[in-house]
């Protein structure tokens, strides 16, 4: 990979990794670093990836590295354009809850257990993020 010599390479580079991690119409991320795998992530990752269908829904099932929250885990990130969630202590079961919420912009009940990490954020007018709902 070539040296970043200039903001606007910067800026160019920043702009495409924004698009790789926003313009998915639903993204769901197993974190899948030695705590998770320790805490069931793999279950997890398989009942995700066993739904995916990308032609049908634009459900893409990725792996991820450490989320940071070892005691918490498995950890699931579901990104949408607009917004992102982070599950804590999420079973192949819930996993699937998760993904039907998505697609009915429902996580009641995750919310009523505490289990949403982070709670939803969006994007400004200016592309930048920001939480909201957020304590």
Avoid at 15 to 26: D, F, G, T, V
Avoid at 29 to 38: D, H, N, P, T
Avoid at 92 to 98: K, Q, S, T, Y
Wanted: some cysteine.
């Amino acid at each position: 990979m070539a040296a970043i010599e200039t903001l606007d390479q910067y800026d160019e580079l920043a702009a495409r990794a924004a698009e790789r991690y926003w313009n998915r119409e639903l993204s769901v991320r197993v974190g899948m670093a030695s705590c998770g795998l320790a805490a069931g992530a793999l279950s997890v990752y398989e009942a995700a990836s066993a739904r995916e269908s990308p032609a049908a829904d634009g459900l893409t099932v990725s792996r991820v590295g450490c989320r940071g929250s070892c005691m918490v885990e498995p950890m699931v990130e579901l990104v949408r354009p607009d917004y992102h969630l982070i599950f804590h202590a999420v079973t192949p079961e819930d996993v699937n809850a998760i993904i039907d919420g998505a697609k009915r912009d429902d996580f009641g009940s995750f919310e009523a257990e505490g289990r949403v990490w982070q709670e939803r954020q969006s994007l400004r007018t200016d592309g930048a993020p920001f939480v909201t709902r957020c304590g």
